[in-house]
């Protein structure tokens, strides 16, 4: 991940709300591959919003 130190991660939950899917189809991509990579915190699982915004990128390409 490459975050820059004052940005925090983000939760499943600011995922699923900064690309207007439910939390569910986020998972969904998860398990299929298919989502923005996210890593695990513990038993949490967070996600880079520099990784999530050049996935969302790509995929509007």
Known sequence: MTTAPTERL???????????????????WRHRGTGPRAGR?????RYD??????WFNKKAA
């Open 10 to 28: 983000w939760s499943a939950i600011d995922v699923a709300a900064f690309l207007g899917v439910p939390i569910g189809t986020l998972y969904q």
């Open 41 to 45: 915190v513990g038993r949490h699982l």
């Open 49 to 54: 919003p520099a990784d999530v915004r050049a």
